[in-house]
């Protein structure tokens, strides 16, 4: 099972932030189990489902039973896992006249690389709808199918660049979120608003930010200064590897790959000491996102 020392402290309920109008999360849907919940974010584009990908097969091969959910209408994000783009779980309630109890779970759930289970919500046809309904959905679908009792860890990959209540879903499930960023000032920035939004949601949910991914980046000395100055910390460091793209090409994960290049053992090895780091020592940041004017005059060359 998963260390208890990952579970973040209790918090005291309040409001989820100034302006909120995001979508408010059934209490009946909360996530009660075992599981190691963590939901990865980041600039879009970015490479998050490559990143989760990735790291849910480096639990699994950790002897984990993973599950992981993608929350982007693209549903893209387990393909790598299935080598196929799998039904949504939107489409699939759709077609019941979204009457779930009429669904088995091989309708929405699907085997990935290693035993991963995949799960792609999908989401409603754009400008029509929220996605954070479509997540409260998917994890109603779950619960009432006793799929989590199963599982000891849980990845939300999360659309990116969008600040609604679709945005925010997973962090009320969450136990942990991950930011996937590059050394450059947009990712920083779009990583910035992101801290925010954890922090906000940290008042009246569990989750906590675990810490960033630096990728696709040959140096860190950006995303070093951010850190220094907010409180962040950097838990893995993929640089810009060949054989990250050619896997991605491939429709299969890192550890799939059958090739001589010699950094792939690399990209493996960083993958299974980032997940290892998250079951044995995963630490709570508490962290003070910056103004947006401060980021101009924190980053960049003097």
Do not use: W
Request: net charge negative; proline share 4%.
């Amino acid at each position: 099972m998963v260390a208890t020392n990952v579970r973040p402290p209790a918090i005291k309920k309040g409001e989820d932030g100034e302006g909120s109008l995001q979508v408010h999360q059934d209490a009946s849907m909360n996530i009660e189990t075992g599981a190691l919940v963590i939901a990865v974010y980041g600039k879009g584009g970015i490479g998050k489902s490559t990143t989760s990908s990735n790291l849910s097969a480096a639990f699994s091969h950790l002897g984990k039973r993973v599950l992981q959910i993608g929350c982007d209408p693209k549903h893209d994000s387990t393909f790598t896992l299935t080598k196929r783009m799998v039904p949504t779980v939107i489409d699939i309630l759709e077609t019941v006249d979204f009457h779930s109890e009429e669904l088995q779970t091989e309708d929405f759930m699907f085997e990935g690389y290693n035993g991963v289970m995949c799960i792609e919500s999908g989401g409603p046809p754009a400008g029509t709808g929220c996605g954070g309904y479509v997540t409260g959905q998917t994890v109603k679908l779950l619960k009432e199918h006793h799929l989590l009792e199963d599982t000891d860890v849980v990845i939300f990959d999360v659309l990116g660049d969008v600040v609604c209540g679709g945005f925010a879903a997973p962090l009320q499930h969450a136990h942990y979120c991950l930011i996937v960023t590059a050394n450059d000032f947009d990712s920083i920035f779009a990583m910035n608003r992101i801290v925010a939004a954890i922090r906000s949601k940290a008042k009246n949910y569990k989750v906590r930010l675990g810490g960033i991914i630096a990728n696709r980046s040959e140096g860190t000395d950006q995303i070093d200064k951010y850190n220094e100055r907010v409180g962040l910390k950097t838990l893995a460091h993929f640089r810009t590897v060949d054989a990250i793209r050619r896997s991605r090409l491939k429709k299969c994960t890192v550890f799939e790959m059958d090739d001589p290049d010699p950094e792939i053992q690399v990209v493996r090895d960083e993958y299974l000491k980032l997940a290892k780091g998250m079951l044995e020592d995963a630490t709570p940041l508490e962290v003070e996102p910056l103004k947006d004017r401060d980021i101009f005059d924190l980053l960049g060359f003097e």
